[in-house]
Protein backbone atom coordinates (compact mmCIF):
# COMPACT_ATOMS: atom_id res chain seq x y z
CA UNK A 1 0.00 0.00 0.00
CA UNK A 2 1.10 3.28 -0.47
CA UNK A 3 -0.02 6.66 0.33
CA UNK A 4 -1.95 8.96 -1.60
CA UNK A 5 -1.13 12.40 -2.24
CA UNK A 6 -4.46 14.72 -1.21
CA UNK A 7 -2.46 17.71 -2.87
CA UNK A 8 -0.17 18.68 -5.78
CA UNK A 9 -0.92 19.98 -9.20
CA UNK A 10 2.01 18.71 -11.08
CA UNK A 11 0.31 16.41 -13.93
CA UNK A 12 1.49 13.50 -16.14
CA UNK A 13 -0.74 13.28 -19.50
CA UNK A 14 -1.77 10.22 -21.08
CA UNK A 15 -3.26 10.13 -24.15
CA UNK A 16 -3.65 7.08 -26.18
CA UNK A 17 -4.95 6.31 -29.99
CA UNK A 18 -7.27 3.40 -28.91
CA UNK A 19 -8.65 1.51 -31.97
CA UNK A 20 -8.98 3.43 -35.08
CA UNK A 21 -5.79 5.43 -36.66
CA UNK A 22 -6.70 9.20 -35.99
CA UNK A 23 -4.80 12.31 -35.56
CA UNK A 24 -3.85 12.74 -31.86
CA UNK A 25 -2.54 16.41 -32.26
CA UNK A 26 -5.68 17.97 -31.84
CA UNK A 27 -6.77 15.79 -29.27
CA UNK A 28 -3.81 16.13 -27.09
CA UNK A 29 -4.04 20.52 -27.39
CA UNK A 30 -7.10 20.25 -26.35
CA UNK A 31 -6.57 17.44 -23.31
CA UNK A 32 -3.58 20.00 -22.00
CA UNK A 33 -5.78 23.27 -22.57
CA UNK A 34 -8.27 21.14 -20.11
CA UNK A 35 -5.81 20.36 -17.68
CA UNK A 36 -4.31 23.89 -17.59
CA UNK A 37 -8.02 24.91 -17.18
CA UNK A 38 -8.15 22.92 -14.03
CA UNK A 39 -4.98 24.63 -12.44
CA UNK A 40 -2.49 21.70 -13.41
CA UNK A 41 1.16 22.22 -14.61
CA UNK A 42 2.12 19.75 -17.27
CA UNK A 43 5.29 18.60 -16.59
CA UNK A 44 4.73 15.31 -19.52
CA UNK A 45 2.49 13.86 -22.21
CA UNK A 46 2.88 10.18 -22.50
CA UNK A 47 1.12 8.92 -26.27
CA UNK A 48 0.84 5.86 -28.26
CA UNK A 49 -1.60 3.54 -29.89
CA UNK A 50 -3.75 0.37 -28.86
CA UNK A 51 -6.22 -2.22 -30.62
CA UNK A 52 -8.17 -2.12 -27.16
CA UNK A 53 -8.02 -0.99 -23.60
CA UNK A 54 -6.49 -3.78 -21.42
CA UNK A 55 -9.04 -4.32 -18.29
CA UNK A 56 -6.17 -4.41 -15.60
CA UNK A 57 -4.15 -1.54 -16.24
CA UNK A 58 -5.96 0.18 -19.14
CA UNK A 59 -2.62 0.47 -21.30
CA UNK A 60 -0.15 -2.22 -21.39
CA UNK A 61 1.79 -3.05 -18.99
CA UNK A 62 4.95 -1.99 -20.71
CA UNK A 63 3.34 1.46 -21.25
CA UNK A 64 2.80 1.26 -17.77
CA UNK A 65 6.09 0.60 -16.17
CA UNK A 66 7.04 3.61 -19.16
CA UNK A 67 4.49 5.85 -17.39
CA UNK A 68 5.50 5.34 -14.21
CA UNK A 69 9.29 5.71 -14.84
CA UNK A 70 7.97 9.15 -15.98
CA UNK A 71 6.33 10.10 -12.83
CA UNK A 72 9.37 8.97 -10.73
CA UNK A 73 11.23 11.42 -13.22
CA UNK A 74 9.15 14.15 -13.00
CA UNK A 75 7.46 13.93 -9.54
CA UNK A 76 4.39 13.87 -10.86
CA UNK A 77 1.78 14.11 -8.08
CA UNK A 78 -1.33 13.17 -10.37
CA UNK A 79 -1.41 10.87 -13.80
CA UNK A 80 -4.18 12.47 -15.62
CA UNK A 81 -5.84 9.84 -18.81
CA UNK A 82 -7.39 11.23 -21.56
CA UNK A 83 -10.06 8.56 -21.29
CA UNK A 84 -12.77 6.90 -19.26
CA UNK A 85 -11.42 4.32 -16.56
CA UNK A 86 -13.09 1.65 -14.69
CA UNK A 87 -12.82 1.88 -10.69
CA UNK A 88 -10.27 -1.12 -10.89
CA UNK A 89 -8.46 0.72 -13.24
CA UNK A 90 -7.81 3.82 -11.41
CA UNK A 91 -7.15 1.61 -8.08
CA UNK A 92 -4.48 -0.69 -9.56
CA UNK A 93 -2.48 2.15 -11.64
CA UNK A 94 -2.80 4.07 -8.83
CA UNK A 95 -0.81 1.17 -6.96
CA UNK A 96 1.21 0.89 -10.23
CA UNK A 97 2.54 4.76 -9.98
CA UNK A 98 2.45 5.26 -6.39
CA UNK A 99 0.46 8.77 -7.02
CA UNK A 100 -2.69 9.65 -7.81
CA UNK A 101 -4.49 9.00 -11.00
CA UNK A 102 -7.40 10.90 -12.33
CA UNK A 103 -9.12 9.85 -15.92
CA UNK A 104 -11.11 12.38 -18.34
CA UNK A 105 -14.44 12.36 -16.70
CA UNK A 106 -12.83 13.54 -13.18
CA UNK A 107 -10.94 16.07 -14.54
CA UNK A 108 -13.93 17.90 -16.13
CA UNK A 109 -15.61 17.62 -12.86
CA UNK A 110 -13.30 19.18 -11.18
CA UNK A 111 -13.06 22.14 -13.39
CA UNK A 112 -16.89 22.39 -13.19
CA UNK A 113 -16.20 22.41 -9.34
CA UNK A 114 -14.17 25.47 -9.42
CA UNK A 115 -16.44 27.59 -11.91
CA UNK A 116 -19.64 27.03 -10.74
CA UNK A 117 -20.82 30.07 -8.66
CA UNK A 118 -24.28 30.04 -8.14
CA UNK A 119 -26.18 27.79 -5.83
CA UNK A 120 -27.88 25.58 -8.45
CA UNK A 121 -24.74 25.45 -10.40
CA UNK A 122 -23.04 24.11 -6.71
CA UNK A 123 -24.96 21.73 -6.44
CA UNK A 124 -25.52 20.29 -10.12
CA UNK A 125 -21.85 19.72 -9.68
CA UNK A 126 -21.61 18.16 -6.25
CA UNK A 127 -24.35 15.71 -7.76
CA UNK A 128 -22.00 15.15 -10.71
CA UNK A 129 -19.32 14.28 -8.28
CA UNK A 130 -21.17 12.07 -5.78
CA UNK A 131 -22.36 9.84 -8.46
CA UNK A 132 -19.13 9.79 -9.84
CA UNK A 133 -17.45 9.06 -6.43
CA UNK A 134 -20.09 6.00 -5.93
CA UNK A 135 -18.50 3.62 -8.16
CA UNK A 136 -15.02 4.66 -6.70
CA UNK A 137 -15.36 4.75 -3.02
CA UNK A 138 -13.47 1.49 -2.35
CA UNK A 139 -10.81 3.40 -3.74
CA UNK A 140 -9.64 5.50 -0.72
CA UNK A 141 -10.44 2.53 1.88
CA UNK A 142 -8.28 -0.09 0.61
CA UNK A 143 -6.74 -0.44 4.18
CA UNK A 144 -10.39 -1.27 5.20
CA UNK A 145 -11.02 -3.54 1.99
CA UNK A 146 -11.33 -7.03 4.13
CA UNK A 147 -11.50 -8.51 7.72
CA UNK A 148 -7.60 -9.15 8.74
CA UNK A 149 -6.61 -11.78 11.27
CA UNK A 150 -3.99 -10.77 14.40
CA UNK A 151 -3.80 -8.45 17.24
CA UNK A 152 -4.43 -4.65 16.10
CA UNK A 153 -5.69 -5.93 12.93
CA UNK A 154 -9.27 -6.39 13.24
CA UNK A 155 -11.21 -3.55 12.23
CA UNK A 156 -14.48 -2.77 10.91
CA UNK A 157 -13.88 -3.58 7.48
CA UNK A 158 -16.91 -3.75 4.81
CA UNK A 159 -18.59 -1.78 7.30
CA UNK A 160 -16.98 0.95 6.88
CA UNK A 161 -17.57 0.93 2.86
CA UNK A 162 -21.20 0.26 4.13
CA UNK A 163 -21.29 3.65 6.61
CA UNK A 164 -19.54 5.66 3.56
CA UNK A 165 -22.00 4.60 1.06
CA UNK A 166 -25.20 4.76 3.27
CA UNK A 167 -23.87 8.73 3.73
CA UNK A 168 -23.44 8.90 -0.04
CA UNK A 169 -26.46 7.98 -1.24
CA UNK A 170 -28.68 10.11 1.38
CA UNK A 171 -26.78 13.17 0.62
CA UNK A 172 -27.60 12.52 -3.56
CA UNK A 173 -31.51 11.79 -2.48
CA UNK A 174 -31.06 15.97 -0.65
CA UNK A 175 -29.48 17.29 -3.38
CA UNK A 176 -31.93 16.07 -6.17
CA UNK A 177 -34.17 16.84 -3.85
CA UNK A 178 -33.31 20.61 -3.70
CA UNK A 179 -32.78 20.39 -7.51
CA UNK A 180 -36.33 19.22 -8.25
CA UNK A 181 -37.48 22.70 -6.41
CA UNK A 182 -35.13 24.43 -8.82
CA UNK A 183 -36.41 22.57 -11.51
CA UNK A 184 -39.92 23.19 -10.61
CA UNK A 185 -39.06 27.20 -10.34
CA UNK A 186 -37.37 27.05 -13.84
CA UNK A 187 -40.44 25.32 -15.56
CA UNK A 188 -42.64 28.34 -13.72
CA UNK A 189 -40.71 30.96 -15.27
CA UNK A 190 -40.63 29.38 -18.54
CA UNK A 191 -44.73 28.90 -18.06
CA UNK A 192 -44.50 32.68 -17.35
CA UNK A 193 -42.69 33.78 -20.73
CA UNK A 194 -44.41 31.28 -22.76
CA UNK A 195 -48.37 33.69 -21.24
CA UNK A 196 -45.97 36.94 -21.98
CA UNK A 197 -45.56 34.58 -25.82
CA UNK A 198 -42.28 35.86 -25.05
CA UNK A 199 -40.04 32.57 -26.74
CA UNK A 200 -36.42 31.59 -25.66
CA UNK A 201 -33.44 31.27 -27.84
CA UNK A 202 -30.43 29.52 -26.59
CA UNK A 203 -27.21 29.51 -26.94
CA UNK A 204 -25.03 26.50 -27.64
CA UNK A 205 -21.87 24.88 -29.37
CA UNK A 206 -18.42 23.73 -28.06
CA UNK A 207 -16.50 25.20 -24.93
CA UNK A 208 -14.60 28.06 -26.04
CA UNK A 209 -16.61 28.83 -29.22
CA UNK A 210 -17.55 32.25 -28.08
CA UNK A 211 -21.17 31.87 -26.66
CA UNK A 212 -20.63 34.42 -24.15
CA UNK A 213 -19.14 37.12 -26.08
CA UNK A 214 -21.60 36.65 -28.64
CA UNK A 215 -24.25 37.06 -25.49
CA UNK A 216 -22.79 40.17 -24.41
CA UNK A 217 -23.03 41.43 -27.81
CA UNK A 218 -26.71 40.76 -28.17
CA UNK A 219 -27.54 41.75 -24.76
CA UNK A 220 -25.08 44.39 -23.54
CA UNK A 221 -24.56 42.21 -20.33
CA UNK A 222 -21.19 41.93 -18.65
CA UNK A 223 -21.29 38.06 -18.30
CA UNK A 224 -17.77 36.61 -18.13
CA UNK A 225 -16.26 35.69 -21.13
CA UNK A 226 -12.28 34.55 -21.77
CA UNK A 227 -10.82 32.34 -23.74
CA UNK A 228 -10.56 29.35 -21.63
CA UNK A 229 -12.69 25.81 -21.31
CA UNK A 230 -15.60 25.65 -19.57
CA UNK A 231 -15.40 30.27 -18.66
CA UNK A 232 -19.28 29.75 -18.80
CA UNK A 233 -21.25 27.21 -16.15
CA UNK A 234 -23.86 28.68 -14.74
CA UNK A 235 -26.61 29.60 -17.56
CA UNK A 236 -27.74 33.46 -17.92
CA UNK A 237 -31.17 34.57 -19.34
CA UNK A 238 -31.81 38.03 -20.55
CA UNK A 239 -34.06 40.04 -22.69
CA UNK A 240 -33.34 40.96 -26.17
CA UNK A 241 -35.48 43.76 -27.87
CA UNK A 242 -35.80 42.53 -32.05
CA UNK A 243 -38.05 44.96 -33.13
CA UNK A 244 -41.22 46.53 -31.83
CA UNK A 245 -43.12 44.70 -29.18
CA UNK A 246 -41.33 41.62 -30.04
CA UNK A 247 -38.61 40.34 -27.74
CA UNK A 248 -37.00 36.93 -26.95
CA UNK A 249 -35.50 35.49 -23.69
CA UNK A 250 -31.47 35.30 -24.83
CA UNK A 251 -30.23 32.06 -22.84
CA UNK A 252 -26.55 31.58 -22.45
CA UNK A 253 -25.88 27.67 -21.47
CA UNK A 254 -22.87 25.50 -20.30
CA UNK A 255 -20.59 24.69 -23.61
CA UNK A 256 -20.40 20.73 -24.76
CA UNK A 257 -17.10 18.79 -25.05
CA UNK A 258 -15.76 15.62 -26.46
CA UNK A 259 -16.52 12.83 -24.06
CA UNK A 260 -18.99 15.07 -21.99
CA UNK A 261 -19.59 12.58 -18.72
CA UNK A 262 -23.13 11.40 -18.59
CA UNK A 263 -22.71 12.21 -14.44
CA UNK A 264 -22.26 15.72 -15.70
CA UNK A 265 -25.44 15.47 -18.22
CA UNK A 266 -27.89 13.82 -15.82
CA UNK A 267 -26.61 16.26 -12.92
CA UNK A 268 -27.44 19.58 -14.99
CA UNK A 269 -31.06 18.02 -16.45
CA UNK A 270 -32.26 21.55 -14.59
CA UNK A 271 -30.59 23.46 -17.00
CA UNK A 272 -30.47 21.91 -20.10
CA UNK A 273 -33.84 21.67 -20.19
CA UNK A 274 -33.64 25.50 -21.51
CA UNK A 275 -32.00 24.32 -24.25
CA UNK A 276 -34.97 21.40 -24.72
CA UNK A 277 -37.56 24.00 -24.37
CA UNK A 278 -36.62 26.69 -26.30
CA UNK A 279 -38.12 27.92 -29.59
CA UNK A 280 -34.79 28.17 -30.88
CA UNK A 281 -31.21 27.03 -31.18
CA UNK A 282 -27.89 29.25 -32.11
CA UNK A 283 -25.02 26.85 -32.53
CA UNK A 284 -22.28 28.90 -32.42
CA UNK A 285 -19.42 27.55 -33.80
CA UNK A 286 -15.63 28.43 -33.51
CA UNK A 287 -14.94 29.53 -38.00
CA UNK A 288 -11.29 29.63 -37.03
CA UNK A 289 -10.80 26.35 -35.27
CA UNK A 290 -9.50 23.65 -37.51
CA UNK A 291 -11.47 20.83 -36.03
CA UNK A 292 -14.38 22.91 -36.15
CA UNK A 293 -16.28 19.79 -38.15
CA UNK A 294 -15.63 17.04 -35.73
CA UNK A 295 -16.80 19.92 -32.75
CA UNK A 296 -20.17 20.58 -34.32
CA UNK A 297 -20.56 16.80 -34.85
CA UNK A 298 -19.45 16.54 -30.99
CA UNK A 299 -22.67 19.57 -30.39
CA UNK A 300 -25.09 17.51 -32.20
CA UNK A 301 -24.35 14.17 -30.64
CA UNK A 302 -24.92 16.08 -26.95
CA UNK A 303 -28.28 17.51 -28.84
CA UNK A 304 -29.62 14.30 -29.22
CA UNK A 305 -28.55 12.96 -26.09
CA UNK A 306 -30.37 15.64 -24.22
CA UNK A 307 -33.65 15.46 -26.27
CA UNK A 308 -33.07 18.38 -28.23
CA UNK A 309 -31.93 17.10 -32.07
CA UNK A 310 -35.36 17.95 -33.03
CA UNK A 311 -35.02 22.14 -32.44
CA UNK A 312 -34.95 24.78 -35.08
CA UNK A 313 -31.20 24.99 -35.14
CA UNK A 314 -29.11 27.98 -36.52
CA UNK A 315 -25.17 27.41 -37.50
CA UNK A 316 -23.74 30.84 -36.04
CA UNK A 317 -19.61 30.84 -37.37
CA UNK A 318 -17.95 33.10 -35.28
CA UNK A 319 -14.47 34.40 -35.11
CA UNK A 320 -14.42 34.79 -38.67
CA UNK A 321 -12.08 37.85 -37.88
CA UNK A 322 -9.62 35.39 -36.98
CA UNK A 323 -9.85 33.61 -40.56
CA UNK A 324 -7.90 35.04 -43.53
CA UNK A 325 -10.35 37.14 -45.97
CA UNK A 326 -10.70 34.50 -49.10
CA UNK A 327 -12.87 33.96 -51.94
CA UNK A 328 -13.94 31.02 -50.58
CA UNK A 329 -15.09 32.59 -47.04
CA UNK A 330 -16.81 35.57 -49.05
CA UNK A 331 -18.91 32.19 -50.98
CA UNK A 332 -19.71 30.64 -47.69
CA UNK A 333 -20.79 33.85 -46.11
CA UNK A 334 -23.34 34.39 -48.23
CA UNK A 335 -24.34 31.21 -49.76
CA UNK A 336 -26.29 29.39 -47.62
CA UNK A 337 -28.47 29.97 -44.10
CA UNK A 338 -25.69 29.75 -41.77
CA UNK A 339 -24.61 33.16 -40.16
CA UNK A 340 -20.90 34.24 -40.18
CA UNK A 341 -19.77 36.90 -37.65
CA UNK A 342 -17.64 37.76 -34.98
CA UNK A 343 -18.79 38.72 -31.80
CA UNK A 344 -15.83 40.36 -30.77
CA UNK A 345 -15.41 43.07 -33.51
CA UNK A 346 -19.75 43.19 -33.93
CA UNK A 347 -18.89 42.29 -37.64
CA UNK A 348 -22.40 40.31 -39.08
CA UNK A 349 -24.05 40.64 -35.46
CA UNK A 350 -26.53 43.21 -37.18
CA UNK A 351 -27.55 40.65 -39.69
CA UNK A 352 -28.59 37.94 -36.80
CA UNK A 353 -30.27 40.52 -35.03
CA UNK A 354 -32.30 41.49 -38.31
CA UNK A 355 -33.25 37.57 -39.49
CA UNK A 356 -33.83 36.57 -35.09
CA UNK A 357 -36.29 39.58 -35.64
CA UNK A 358 -38.02 38.87 -39.25
CA UNK A 359 -38.09 34.86 -37.72
CA UNK A 360 -40.52 35.47 -34.45
CA UNK A 361 -42.41 37.91 -36.22
CA UNK A 362 -43.06 35.55 -38.97
CA UNK A 363 -43.59 32.62 -36.52
CA UNK A 364 -46.85 33.91 -35.06
CA UNK A 365 -50.05 32.51 -35.49
CA UNK A 366 -52.83 34.82 -35.44
CA UNK A 367 -56.55 33.86 -36.77
CA UNK A 368 -59.30 30.78 -36.12
CA UNK A 369 -58.28 27.23 -35.09
CA UNK A 370 -60.76 24.64 -35.12
CA UNK A 371 -60.86 21.61 -32.94
CA UNK A 372 -62.46 18.68 -32.46
CA UNK A 373 -64.78 18.47 -29.32
CA UNK A 374 -62.45 16.00 -27.64
CA UNK A 375 -59.91 18.50 -27.61
CA UNK A 376 -61.08 20.08 -24.42
CA UNK A 377 -57.62 19.42 -22.49
CA UNK A 378 -55.91 21.79 -25.36
CA UNK A 379 -58.79 24.18 -25.32
CA UNK A 380 -58.13 24.60 -21.65
CA UNK A 381 -54.39 24.75 -22.13
CA UNK A 382 -54.85 27.76 -24.61
CA UNK A 383 -56.77 29.75 -22.38
CA UNK A 384 -54.12 28.75 -19.50
CA UNK A 385 -51.82 30.59 -21.57
CA UNK A 386 -53.66 33.62 -22.48
CA UNK A 387 -53.54 32.67 -26.52
CA UNK A 388 -57.13 32.88 -27.47
CA UNK A 389 -58.32 36.00 -27.99
CA UNK A 390 -62.63 34.87 -28.50
CA UNK A 391 -64.39 31.79 -28.99
CA UNK A 392 -67.54 30.28 -30.58
CA UNK A 393 -69.11 26.63 -30.98
CA UNK A 394 -68.94 25.53 -34.52
CA UNK A 395 -70.60 22.26 -36.24
CA UNK A 396 -71.08 19.29 -35.05
CA UNK A 397 -69.34 20.63 -31.52
CA UNK A 398 -65.93 21.75 -32.74
CA UNK A 399 -64.52 24.75 -30.89
CA UNK A 400 -63.81 27.58 -32.78
CA UNK A 401 -60.51 29.49 -31.26
CA UNK A 402 -59.65 32.68 -32.14
CA UNK A 403 -55.75 32.56 -31.39
CA UNK A 404 -52.39 34.46 -31.04
CA UNK A 405 -49.17 32.63 -30.30
CA UNK A 406 -46.02 31.36 -31.92
CA UNK A 407 -46.50 28.67 -34.08
CA UNK A 408 -43.72 26.59 -32.46
CA UNK A 409 -45.81 26.34 -29.23
CA UNK A 410 -49.17 25.62 -30.76
CA UNK A 411 -47.55 22.78 -32.61
CA UNK A 412 -45.96 21.53 -29.58
CA UNK A 413 -49.74 21.73 -27.75
CA UNK A 414 -50.82 20.03 -30.68
CA UNK A 415 -48.59 17.10 -30.99
CA UNK A 416 -48.98 16.51 -27.07
CA UNK A 417 -52.70 16.46 -27.42
CA UNK A 418 -52.20 13.65 -30.15
CA UNK A 419 -52.95 15.56 -33.20
CA UNK A 420 -50.40 15.55 -35.57
CA UNK A 421 -52.15 17.80 -37.91
CA UNK A 422 -50.56 21.19 -39.34
CA UNK A 423 -51.95 24.32 -37.99
CA UNK A 424 -52.92 25.49 -41.09
CA UNK A 425 -54.87 22.49 -42.30
CA UNK A 426 -57.06 23.37 -38.84
CA UNK A 427 -57.13 27.29 -39.33
CA UNK A 428 -61.06 27.64 -39.57
CA UNK A 429 -60.84 30.97 -41.67
CA UNK A 430 -58.72 33.42 -43.26
CA UNK A 431 -55.81 35.12 -40.97
CA UNK A 432 -58.14 38.08 -40.55
CA UNK A 433 -60.18 36.99 -37.84
CA UNK A 434 -63.67 35.88 -39.15
CA UNK A 435 -64.81 32.61 -38.45
CA UNK A 436 -66.52 30.19 -40.72
CA UNK A 437 -70.07 30.75 -39.63
CA UNK A 438 -71.50 34.08 -39.14
CA UNK A 439 -71.36 34.49 -35.51
CA UNK A 440 -71.17 36.65 -32.60
CA UNK A 441 -67.30 35.69 -31.16
CA UNK A 442 -67.76 35.14 -27.40
CA UNK A 443 -65.53 36.83 -24.97
CA UNK A 444 -62.41 35.30 -24.69
CA UNK A 445 -62.16 33.34 -21.45
CA UNK A 446 -59.07 34.37 -19.05
CA UNK A 447 -57.67 32.00 -16.06
CA UNK A 448 -56.45 34.07 -13.67
Avoid at 34 to 55: N, Q
Avoid at 64 to 80: L, R, S
Avoid at 114 to 121: D, F, K, L, P
Amino acid sequence: MFERPQSGDRALLVALEIGEVVDLGPQIEEFRDLAESAGALVVDIISGTRRHPDPRFFVGSGKADEIAAAVAATGADVVIFNHPLSPSQERNLERHFSCRVLDRSGLILDIFAQRARSHEGKLQVELAQLRHMATRLVRGWTHLERQKGGIGLRGPGETQLETDRRLLAARIKHIERRLEKVQRAREQGRQARRRNETPTVALVGYTNAGKSTLFNRLTEARVYAADQLFATLDPTLRRVDLAPHRSVILADTVGFIRDLPHELIAAFKATLTETREAALLLHVIDAADPERDAHIAQVESVLQEIGASEMPIWRIYNKIDQLPETGELESARFGGDAIWLSAVTGEGVEELEQRLARHFTESMFSGWLELPASAGRLRSRLFAERAVEAEQTGSGGAMLLRLNLPERRLRSLLREAGLDEDPEDLRAGPESGSPPEPAAAAPAERLH
